[in-house]
């Protein structure tokens, strides 16, 4: 039996230092969240699933729980292994502890206090039996399935990230719902048309490629026609963005015969070198870009990030399982030079560009006022602090950066980029923090204390500007019914 607390750590004024950000925070509280970003499984969400316990719901596939529980000291076998669900709950709750200083410790117990309603005392190895059973009996009520559990966060729209060659079926069965809650849309994400230095997965996922488009890719235009064809699927399913996961953007000058070269070499299994790759990629991405600009789509590419580091793990586990970290490529030349050929040729899409390098956040954002063309407010965005940097320090500093360099106001806020149906808590963490951040200026004298000007920008940094930049048809959860 764990200790109770006298005072709750997750409380009303949590996260929120003085005066005027409690009372900025009080404006935000009913708005509803729109997830632009994120890797929940569209199956899940068709079949309404329901968890069997909190350590499915919680630690199944999340990979900064399972980065921290081998920092310390826990065995595989209690992370991805054969271990029982009680056993590697009860890992957990050991390390939380640890993790002080993490946003683990944060997300953890905003989480446990809401949806789950446990205040009144923290995780650790003496509470994880009475928490693991409060929460599974929370987990068998009515309102604690997938969709239920995005009801009570008031997520209005949801996107999942879809690869080209996937199944459209439960985003279909999803959009026929009667007046849902939640909306869901996909996301284009066709990074594995990108990856022709490994020939063998290369070859496997365009032939997935034909079966899904209902044409045979013999050479490279049929190839770029089944993607088109593909792009034109997820249109009609409600997709309102594409999304790239990269090191940078590669933007060398390539022509279509050159790229058809290398995807001929790669089809036919042949090894493709590392330039080659390069250049196939650059011919791609900017292809796949005036996809994404004839069709309205919202352009989105996550930068930086170095993957796949452990071989050993990689061999046992596959990919997202905790090994990637942050890289340190070249980002402002072939950044300029992507942007600046699709705008010169009038094809640039609405763009939001993610750093993962925190050295990279005014880069990033005085990158993107080169591009802006008047036609839409915020039109290319620094988009959220993400993954590493998805904690109090990093979305300060992403916020500090773009109001120094562009128009804060205009920012489309916080997505969770999450495979867990429990972060949704993170808005409100990141609500919080952006209160915080403006508080803190009033109370300095730097910006005025206008309460009307504060909390139009604050109401639209939360909800408003993600809704119209996007454009997305919201659930009844925008509405308050």
């Known amino acids: 039996m764990s200790a109770v607390l006298a005072r709750p750590f997750i409380h009303d004024g949590f996260l929120l230092e003085g005066r005027v950000a409690a009372e900025l925070h009080e404006d935000l509280r009913d708005l509803p969240l729109i997830d632009y970003h994120g ?49 590697k709950f009860e890992a957990w709750a050991r390390t939380v502890p640890m993790t002080l200083g993490n946003p683990l410790y944060h997300w953890t117990h905003m989480e446990l206090a809401f949806p789950f309603g446990l205040r009144d005392r923290l995780l650790d190895a003496h509470s994880a039996r009475e928490i693991y059973e409060a929460c599974n009996a929370r987990l068998r009520e009515d309102r604690f399935t997938v969709l239920g559990l995005l009801e009570q966060y008031k997520v209005a729209v949801v996107c999942t990230t879809d690869d080209p060659a996937d199944s459209l079926a439960h985003h279909e069965a999803l959009a026929r719902r009667d007046d849902p809650v939640t909306r869901v849309f996909p996301t284009w994400r066709p990074d594995r048309a990108l990856g022709v230095e490994d020939a063998s997965a290369f070859r496997a996922w365009v032939d997935r490629l034909e079966a899904a488009a209902g044409n045979a890719v013999g050479s490279f ?58 250049r196939y990629r650059s011919f791609l991405l900017r292809h796949l870009a005036e996809m994404d600009a004839a069709r309205g789509f919202v352009q989105q590419f996550h930068l930086g990030a170095l993957r796949n580091n452990n071989a050993r793990l990689l061999a046992r586990l596959g990919a997202d399982t905790g090994c990637d970290t942050i890289g340190d490529f070249e980002m402002a030349r072939p950044m300029a030079r992507f942007l600046g050929g699709l705008d010169a040729a009038g094809k640039l899409a609405r763009t939001v560009i993610y750093n993962l390098n925190p050295r990279d956040n005014e880069l990033f954002a005085a990158m993107l006022g080169c591009f802006q063309d008047g036609s839409v407010p915020g039109k290319l965005q620094h988009g959220p602090a993400w993954w590493f940097l998805d904690q109090k320090d990093g979305i300060e500093a992403q916020m500090r950066g773009l109001a120094n360099m562009g128009l804060l106001s205009l920012f489309i ?23 915080s951040f403006v508080g803190t200026q009033v109370e300095r004298g730097l910006w005025p204390d206008e309460r009307p000007l504060l909390k139009k920008m604050l109401r639209a940094i939360a909800f408003e500007n993600a809704r119209d930049y996007f454009g997305f048809p919201l659930g009844r959860a925008a509405h308050g019914r």
């Open 39 to 87: 890797h929940l499984s569209p199956e899940l969400l068709a079949r309404d699933h329901r968890f069997s316990n909190l350590t499915e719901a919680w630690l199944a596939g999340d990979h900064y729980k399972w980065r921290a529980l081998r920092a310390n000291g826990v065995p595989e076998g209690l992370i991805t292994g054969e271990s029982s669900d009680l056993e």
């Open 221 to 278: 235009a049929s190839f770029l026609t089944a993607l088109d064809r593909r792009h034109e699927a997820f249109a009609e399913a409600g997709c309102r963005a594409s999304d790239h996961g990269l090191e940078s953007l590669e933007s060398l000058d390539v022509t279509e015969r050159q790229a058809a070269a290398v995807f001929a070499k790669a089809r036919s299994g042949k090894p493709v070198t590392s330039l080659e790759g390069q």
């Open 413 to 435: 806020g916080m997505t969770t980029d999450s495979r867990s149906f429990l972060s949704f808590s993170r808005h409100d963490y990141f609500r919080r923090i952006l209160c």
